[in-house]
Every structure is written in structure tokens, then in C-alpha cells.
């Protein structure tokens, strides 16, 4: 059992008044640490960090940054559960089958294998497919197949989502893809960061990656599972940009593009080129050039010096949610460079 919290509840947890001073600390963009101080659940959440200028203030983390820090966990539990799910299915499978009982999680080898069980899972679907791709390297072949594959089903009626990175907007096989479908029953949203990949029907069978080389995967029919993976879905989809709206803005009157903004908050955080490329589902090589322009824009000397530069200018605090009507001047453009 979860011991409690000194502030009167469980550390997994985040009290009113906790969400009440960050909000505070949002709109004013500083706290003082002395506020702070009978509320121990903002720090164990990293919700709060110290100002580099004055230590005697709290800056808060950007909503995003610290819901992708609080998901983390979460996705990192649900992953070992279903690891531990699956050492017990290979030991008790042949006993399930051998009483007829359905068996919730299976092991599928073989990329052949694991897209003749997605195809016959889409083809019994009635009502939605979630699905979430991350990177921005799918091929116009892979798509043209993902194509074939959907068409049918969202003939039948089932509504379609899809959850790609924000790198995936300048795939013109993503463009054409999305404009061969129904804007009615398909619907297309980006995030800057996105878990592993993910497929639900239905809510009833998931399939997740079982290796980092997508020749093994897990068809789960555990409906606690499935639950919880949709509940996931639902999280990162309710934070997501439409496909037809602009990508998140950076500062107003910040000389970056949104893209160089994410970058400067992986950059902030501590990521390397490798780790932010493979967050934001670009190429090192373009992402290395991303922080020249910025290196460029802020008249850094050294990624020392941007480092500084950046917690300075206040870029890798940015915004990071859709942006707001009001902001947008002119018709969205989802191929539009970042």
C-alpha cells in the first residue's frame, strides 16, 4: 500500500490546492519558493523548478513537458505488466487451450504474421481504430498499404484516428493519404512527442511493438489492458493538434519556428541530438541543423553557451498546446515547414 503523504493524501497524487498555485505559477510564470513549501507533491511531480536567477523563486515546468514526464511512468508500468502477462501466457497457453478459454495475450513473430492479425482484427472491427505512428518515416508504399487496408473499413462505417508527430505534417504520402479518406470518419492529430507505436480495435484487441525491430509484437485481448492503453490514447489525443489546424506556435515575437522551440526544450532538458531527434521523429542531421539556426538566431558561441542562451530567453519555455483562435491569422497549412 502507498504510504501517505505528508500533505495529507498519496504521492501519487496532486491536491487542489497543489493545482491551484500551479496554475498560479503559470499565469504569473514565477512562484516564490516559500509557497511552495507545505505543497511537496508539486516537487515530487517536477511541476516546479528553480529559477536560474533567483533561487529564492520557482518557474513552473510547461503543462506538456510535465505531462510527458508524469505519462512516462505510467506507459513504462503498463509496458512490464504486459511483459508479465505475456511470461505467464507462455507457460499457461497450452493449459488455456486445452480448456477452450480464450487466451487475452499472444506473441506474434514475424511481420507477416503480426500484419495478417492486424488485417483480420480491421476486419472484424464495427466501430473505431485508434492508432498512434510515431517517427515520420513511413514510406509512400507503406502508406498506399495502409490505404488499401483502411478504405474498406471506413466504407463500413468505422471511424478511423490517427496520432503522428509533428515531423509527419511534411510527408506528402501522409498528405495524400489523408486526402483520399473521408474527413468524416478519419481523423488525423500531431503531437510533438509520441509513446511507441499502437493499434486498438474496437477497444477490445490491442497490439503493441514487442521489439525495437517490429518483428515481434503482443495482440492483447486483456480487456483491463485495452482499457488502459485506450485511456492513454485519450490523454495524448486530447492534447494532440488536428491535422487542418497550425502547428503550435512558438513565443509571440520569438525569432524560432515551433519545431526549433521543441528543440530548445529537449535541449534544456538535457537531451542529446540523437535523443531529441528521436523524440521529435526527425534525423539527426536535421535536427543538428535546427540547433545551428538557433545557434544563428541567439549569437551562441558554443552549445554552452546556447544552453544559457536558451534558459535566458525564455524559448524553451514555451508554449507547447494548440494554437489559440485567436492567434491564428491566416488558414491553416498542415505541409507548412516548421
Known sequence: MTAPHKHGHSPDELCDAAVDLYAQALAQGRIARSAAEGMPCLAEHALLTADPRDSAWLRPVPPTA???HLLHPLARQVLDQVRAV??????LVP???????????VT??????IQASINGSAHEARDEILTIQPGSTRTPEQLQIALSGTLPTVARGVRVRHIYQHSARYSTGL?????QLPSGLLEVRTVERAVDRLIVFDRTVAYLPADPGGSTALEIRHPAL?????????TLWAGATPFTQHLPAALPGAPVTAVQQSIARLLADGCTDQSAAEKLGISVRTCRAHIAKLMHTLNATSRTHLGALLVQSGLAEGPAGPVPPENAKRPATPGEPG
Open 108 to 113: 506474434l513473430h514475424g511481420r507477416s504474421a
Open 95 to 105: 493449459l488455456v487451450s486445452a480448456s477452450r478459454e480464450p487466451v487475452l495475450l
Open 226 to 234: 485495452v482499457r488502459y492503453l485506450a485511456a492513454i490514447y485519450e
Open 66 to 68: 510535465a505531462l510527458a
Open 86 to 91: 505475456d511470461l505467464l501466457a507462455k507457460s
Open 175 to 179: 498528405k495524400e493519404y489523408v486526402a
